[in-house]
């Protein structure tokens, strides 16, 4: 999932490199990228997601120093954000 910002083949060739398939929305003035209804909509919900987790002020600063404790913090919003949809 990205921007169009980044809509280089390069970039999408990577993607499927690593077994996933890219939802990246093509620039203006290129032809339209083949991808399914299901998977776009899933890119919408995803976006919404990390809207609505970056209204934590722990997830939108990173206060935590390793990885593993920002996970946590990470999990924690997104598990409190599930419960209250």
């Known amino acids: 999932m990205a921007d169009r910002g980044i809509t280089s083949h390069a ?3 990577r993607i ?16 339209p990228v083949a991808c ?4 776009y909509n899933n890119r919408n919900r995803v976006e919404r997601l990390w809207a609505r987790l ?3 002020r722990a997830v ?7 990885v593993a404790s920002f996970l946590g913090v990470l999990c924690l ?9």
């Open 77 to 85: 919003a997104a598990a409190l954000d599930w419960i209250n949809r």
């Open 36 to 39: 399914p209804d299901w998977i």
């Open 60 to 66: 939108a600063t990173r206060y935590e120093k390793t």
């Open 16 to 31: 499927r490199d690593s077994s996933a398939r890219p939802a990246i929305p093509p620039l203006r003035n290129e032809a």
């Open 11 to 13: 970039f999408r060739q």
């Open 54 to 56: 970056k209204e934590w």
